[in-house]
């Protein structure tokens, strides 16, 4: 089993910038995708930036290109997502995700098998 925890959601300005992180425990060496998904009000959960757990291979969505990078330390066992140039619609609730079958790691080409419990992000105009 694998527990993720984030942290560092917080409130901020149109064009500021923003870090959340999300610290992994457990059984970490099974995780194979991991990720950043969000989902703001009245709107369905979206895939945000994924990446293969033992480095490389990242993919973000089409909305966040340029703005936002996916990096983690794995001697730390924690996932990070930079967010510059926030937007009011980039306002959620973010969540950490991983998976434990091998697979390709691109948004939309994973099913979930663990979940953090979210960080909100709101970021006002």
């Known amino acids: 089993q694998v527990q993720l925890v984030e942290s560092g959601g917080g409130s901020v300005q149109a064009g500021g910038s923003l870090r959340v992180s999300c610290e992994a425990s457990?059984?970490?060496?099974?995780?194979?995708?991991v990720g950043w998904f969000r989902q703001g009000p009245g709107k369905t959960r979206e895939g945000v930036a994924t990446?293969?757990?033992?480095?490389?291979?990242?993919f973000y969505a089409d909305s966040v290109k340029g703005r936002f990078t996916i990096s983690q330390d794995n001697a730390k066992n924690t996932l990070y997502l930079q967010m510059n140039s926030l937007k009011p619609e980039d306002s959620a609730m973010y969540y950490c995700?991983?998976?434990?079958?091998?697979?390709?790691?691109?948004?939309?080409?994973?099913?979930?098998?663990?979940w953090g419990q979210g960080t909100q992000v709101t970021v006002s105009s």
């Open positions: 457990g059984v970490t060496n099974s995780m194979y995708c």
């Open positions: 990446m293969l757990r033992t480095g490389g291979h990242t």
């Open positions: 995700a991983a998976t434990r079958i091998p697979t390709y790691c691109a948004l939309g080409a994973w099913n979930v098998d663990y």
